[in-house]
């Protein structure tokens, strides 16, 4: 009994999710407040019930949910796996901690008339999101990415003024992003006559060679590269996060781009499975390369940067190529390990770096590495969640960023690529020099004034707590616990060892 | 005499720094309970690292294993005589050092000082990390923990000078933490393994013989902290932290964490069988030799009192690393030794010119004719602790040349290549700069008359005696350890050690 | 040979019309200064997409291609079976979807264009970013 139930969990957040979106906005007539408990409810609501998802998908295998019991190939079909399950956790509880760091910051940024709006818009971005994860479709994967895109696109421009440029060349690029995809999904489904994921791995297995094949793949590889900010397609994205809302930013760097890091995995790996990458392997074996340029590149930019909001998009660039690196090693355990778990890695401490940044605005206003000084003694904890981010994101043993590099070391190494490991060594004293620039700021700099000032509540423990998990989940991961669940992950995902 | 915790003893004496720092933390408001906690620290920590010694020497070691992080790496500790030395020589140095910051800081009236004593806390815990490492990842975890707590104390003036100098720090401690992550991963990808084991775990079987010796390399690269030429720049310009700093984590604790690692690679990643066949011993002992001599030369010049010690510790580093790459029984327990001994003595020397500059003010050393009358106890101890860099007797500083020196010989005799001799002609050069640059000070400040009145200053600071208290134990430990070298029975477990490297 | 290519060309006009539309979308989405034109542009690119999934729907000429061997969703029997054209109607319920989608996204993009007017009173990009600059942060 309780199995069927679980197993309409997948299709009852996306749809609760919408709804719920709704009757925000019709009830954000009556009452402004409520809006966001809403928002609060369903989101905290939704997340419990991801978590029953994992563990009926680590227990009992697979979910299969058939939307109006449609059979595929001819209606939709929701699948959930391991790698599923985890990214649906991992954009709902950052999602959920989003939305309460949000309540304060937005009631600041945003004229209050437009709080229904905000967070109607907020709660289809995050069901949206889920959609794309749970998708076993690829063309819901293309209503579902547009559901989350447009909304995104309406929550930076509410900002107001640079936003809106930002929010507009966002808009046109993601929208020839998600037309390229389209487009390529167009040709798949000439070749082989279905959307459904599985059944497409099934049919594309003898098309391989077909130049048919070949354009689809390239159109949905750059079309989903372009929503996730896979460097050198992700002009967009420094303005996006630079003068969206402060929650806004938050969210867009965890939930929205890891959405999109999940799509691009999933149809690499599950649609276009390994056979298929091998085949091509000489054109493949670029992407390590491209990624290596991109670590690099954006590292420079980032150190180039003035707004620390700018500094840490192009920190996400970084991150990003680390998981697209990941991937593109895809014979070794290990280098796919370290992009799954970058996943969690990037989502926790960059959610934790922009909230603390939203945190330091939302109390001083300041957006300059430059005006940072002496805030240490102002905001503490602030202060300290941000520095536990940057420490996680540079890596530093135990924390949740050393894991990834390790993994993606090994990863290198198991394929023989000593000078990809250089380059992510390289990557980390970059990132070690960009962020030191805003550590000596705030620690070791006087500030004109040393009374203590710290958020409200509601902003201050999303922080803290997220801090204390980019400890908590390198510890974690270095357990070796979770490796079974990796390995698994890695399996689902269609990538098996010899 | 069983280890006070059983099995988890390393483990929690690995803790309580850990902990302390945070209860620090905690009571940062409450100076005196905050520095109740490092005291009470200091002595936990020093207790659980001694009670495991009896242990060690019956030739034991003890395994704690937290968990596996991947199948063949283990996040574990491991006590074994060697790691024992190196965790005798800082916690109970820690001790000393923490009385003597103490003094220190509020003398001066610093400011940050929870962030100071914070950090110090976990320096010594990875430090003590670093020595009870089961393998090669679990060290790194330290080597990097160690790297980044300590650039708050190099930082710690908050000038534009300081704040460099802790850039060049984390530059060349982070690039070189890079170079050993690497390193560390080719070896488990090429073995399977990490873990230290007396006689190593690679063999010529696991890879070509360039490769090995660039992996080498890499390793020694890896081990920047050790501060050997052309990479030691960054060690001078650390001097600009507070002096206890100065003293227990640049002369003890971090520079010592980088010889440590050399000796874990020589001794239980290669072995000796192996460093010596792929003739990595010769080069290595070639390249440290230049640093000991040239490091040498620089202190001859260098003004600053600080700076001048700071080269003092460059080449006595390179000379513990020179013992090693000696490869003979002799000269590795000499090396063993001698970083016990080079911490007491160069600790001294640190705590003295603290002293000196806090009660004179005096940072140069041109300036300091006259000091020993102003305060004749502080110059004393300096005069033990710079016989004892000069490895004259009778100061424990003798006994590791000494050794060092009949290892050569040793070496001379189980390679077959009289080359090794010349390293004999090494430590006497630099024994002889060695009192070039260090006497002279002791002179002036006995013998020279001051420039301006003299009047004894160093019983007037109630807070002095915080200072002159700890400068004094290790002044007198320094000239003890030459006379019963067995006092932490040090001799018994570099020899437990060495057994275990030849066996 | 060249009556070959030129049936084979006319046989599949729709599709080539559907690349020609295509890229003029794209070329006006990048190239041009004006926001509101980009806006045109997607929503010729668009447009393009849809008469090129429309064209799918055509089993018959699809085969003629050599890349007809997509299970068609309603009927399955193989072409020589069949023996008669059929259109398959998947398509068009998608670009139905497509289009909806299009309409959103314009939407969107409409409302950010008034908002832009508004805050600079021009749509050209260069204006735009040079009363940016002007005003700092």
Not at chain 1, 218 to 231: P, T
Not at chain 1, 282 to 294: D, E, F
Request: proline share 3%.
């Amino acid at each position: 009994m309780i199995n069927t139930v679980v197993e309409q969990f997948p299709a009852l957040i996306v749809t609760t999710g919408v709804f719920s979106a709704f009757t925000i906005l019709i009830l954000g007539l009556l009452s402004r407040k409520i809006c966001y408990y809403i928002v609060l409810i369903v989101t905290a609501f939704h997340f419990i019930l991801s978590i029953f998802t994992l563990q009926h998908v680590l227990t009992k295998g697979r979910i299969h949910y058939w939307f109006g019991g449609w059979r595929p190939p001819w209606g939709i079909e929701y699948v959930v796996d391991e790698l599923n399950a985890y990214s649906l956790i991992v954009i709902l509880f950052l999602g959920l901690l989003g939305i309460i760091f949000a309540k304060r910051s937005v009631e600041k940024e945003i004229e209050e008339r437009k709080l229904p709006t905000f967070y109607t818009v907020m709660q289809l971005l995050i069901s949206g999101c889920c959609g794309v994860v749970v998708t076993g479709d690829v063309f819901n994967l293309f209503v579902l990415a547009e559901v989350a895109s447009l909304s995104t696109y309406a929550l930076i421009a509410i900002a107001g003024g640079k936003a809106l440029r930002a929010s507009y060349n966002y808009l046109i690029l993601g929208s020839i992003a998600i037309c390229f995809y389209l487009l390529g999904i167009g040709f798949l489904y000439a070749v082989t006559g279905t959307l459904n994921m599985i059944d497409m791995r099934i049919i594309l297995q003898n098309l391989y060679e077909n130049k048919m094949v070949h354009v689809g793949f390239v159109l949905v590889l750059v079309g989903l590269g372009i929503k996730a900010a896979v460097f050198p397609l992700h002009t967009w994205q420094p303005d996006a996060y630079t003068y969206a809302p402060s929650a806004v930013t938050l969210i867009m760097s965890t939930v929205v781009a890891k959405t999109f890091v999940y799509a691009l995995i999933r149809l690499i790996f599950s649609v276009f499975t390994v056979n298929f990458l091998e085949l091509y392997i000489n054109a493949w074996n670029l992407v390590p390369w491209l990624m290596g340029v991109a670590i690099i590149v954006a590292s420079i930019l980032a150190y180039r940067q003035n707004n620390i909001k700018r500094m840490l998009a192009y920190s996400s660039i970084v991150n990003v190529a680390y998981i697209v690196l990941g991937i593109s090693f895809f014979n070794s355990q290990w280098s796919l390990s370290g992009a799954l778990v970058n996943i969690l890695n990037h989502a926790v401490a960059k959610g934790c770096a922009f909230a603390a940044v939203g945190a330091i605005v939302y109390k001083t206003g300041i957006k300059d590495v430059g005006a940072l000084a002496g805030l240490a003694n102002k905001m503490p904890y602030t202060s300290g969640a941000l520095l536990i981010s940057m420490l996680t994101l540079i890596g530093i043993p135990p924390s949740a960023g050393f894991v990834t590099k390790f993994y993606l070391a090994i990863g290198c190494l198991e394929m023989q690529n000593y000078l990809m490991l250089a380059i992510i060594l390289l990557g980390t004293l970059l990132t070690l020099a960009y962020f030191l620039r805003v550590i000596e700021q705030l620690y070791f700099r006087e500030g004109n004034s040393t009374q203590k000032e710290e958020v409200p509540f509601s902003m201050l423990a999303p922080t803290m707590f997220l801090a204390i998990l980019c400890l908590a989940i390198g510890i974690f991961w270095l357990t070796g616990i979770p490796l079974e669940f990796l390995k698994k992950s890695i399996t689902s995902m269609g990538v098996i060892f010899r | 005499m069983n280890p006070i915790l059983g099995e988890l003893t390393p483990f929690v004496a690995v803790l309580t720094p850990a902990i302390a720092s945070l209860l620090i933390l905690i009571s940062y408001k409450n100076p005196n309970i905050r520095e109740t906690w490092t005291i009470l620290a200091t002595i936990v920590t020093f207790t659980l690292v001694f009670s495991m010694v009896p242990k060690i020497l019956d030739g034991e070691t003890m395994e704690f294993v937290l968990f596996e992080i991947i199948p063949g790496i283990e996040f574990a500790f491991k006590v074994d005589a060697f790691g024992m030395i190196f965790a005798i020589t800082s916690s109970s140095l820690w001790i000393l050092v923490s009385l003597y910051s103490i003094g220190y800081m509020r003398s001066l009236e610093e400011h940050a000082q929870t962030r100071y004593y914070f950090c110090f806390a976990w320096a010594i815990a990875s430090a003590l990390g670093v020595a009870f490492s089961k393998n090669l990842i679990t060290l790194f975890v330290f080597y990097e923990i160690l790297t980044i707590c300590t650039h708050p104390l190099v930082a710690h003036e908050e000038s534009e000078e300081a704040l460099a100098a802790g850039r060049k720090y984390l530059l060349y401690l982070m690039t070189s933490g890079s170079f050993l992550l690497a390193a560390t991963m080719i070896t488990y990808v090429l073995v399977g393994s990490t873990d230290f084991k007396a006689g190593g775990i690679l063999s010529l079987d696991s890879a070509s013989e360039i490769f090995l010796q660039l992996l080498f390399v890499c390793y020694i690269l890896g081990f920047m902290k050790a501060a050997y030429m052309p990479f030691h720049s960054w060690l001078p310009t650390a001097m600009i932290a507070p002096t206890p700093v100065s003293a227990l984590l640049h002369a003890v604790a971090v520079v010592k964490a980088g010889v440590f690692g050399v000796v874990r690679i020589i001794c239980y990643i290669y072995g000796i069988e192996l460093t010596s066949s792929l003739g990595l011993g010769i080069m290595l002992a070639a390249w440290v030799s230049f640093t000991v001599i040239v490091a040498n030369m620089l202190a001859i010049g260098e003004d600053n009192f600080k700076r001048r010690l700071a080269y003092s510790t460059i080449n006595q580093l390179s000379f513990i690393i020179l013992g090693v790459s000696l490869l003979s029984p002799m000269a590795i327990m000499g090396a063993m030794m001698h970083i016990t001994f080079h911490g007491y003595m160069k600790i001294t020397l640190f705590l003295c010119a603290g002293a000196i500059a806090v009660v004179t003010g005096k940072k140069l050393v041109s300036e300091l004719s006259g000091v020993g009358k102003q305060m004749p106890v502080t110059v004393f101890a300096f005069t033990i602790g710079a016989v004892g860099m000069s490895g004259l007797p009778p100061v424990a500083g003798f006994i590791g040349k000494w050794y060092i020196c009949l290892g050569a010989v040793q070496s001379a005799e189980i390679f077959n290549q009289p080359i090794f001799l010349t390293f004999i002609l090494v430590v006497i050069i630099a024994s002889i700069l060695d009192i070039i640059y260090l006497l002279p000070i002791v002179k002036s400040a006995f013998f020279e008359n001051p420039k301006e009145e003299i009047e004894n200053k160093e019983f007037g600071r109630r807070l002095y005696f915080f200072m002159l208290v700890p400068l004094s134990i290790t002044a007198i430990f320094s000239v003890i350890l030459f006379i019963f070298p067995d006092i932490f029975s040090l001799i018994e477990l570099a020899e437990v050690a060495v057994d275990e490297i030849y066996e | 040979m060249i009556e070959a290519i030129f049936e084979k060309f006319f046989q599949h006009y729709n599709f080539w019309a559907a690349v020609v539309i295509i890229f003029i979308g794209i070329y006006a989405t990048i190239a041009k200064n004006n926001l509101f034109k980009k806006l045109l542009g997607l929503n010729i690119f668009q447009t393009g997409i849809f008469l090129f999934f429309i064209s799918l729907g055509d089993i018959g000429s699809l085969e003629t291609l050599g890349i007809g061997d997509a299970t068609p969703p309603i009927i399955w029997k193989p072409a020589e079976e069949r023996g008669y054209l059929y259109v398959n109607p998947l398509p068009h319920v998608l670009i139905l979807t497509g289009i909806v989608v299009a309409a959103a996204t314009t939407c969107v993009a409409l409302a950010l264009l008034i908002r832009i007017h508004k805050e600079y009173g021009t749509l050209e990009e260069d204006e735009i970013i040079e009363l940016e600059a002007i005003r700092g942060d």
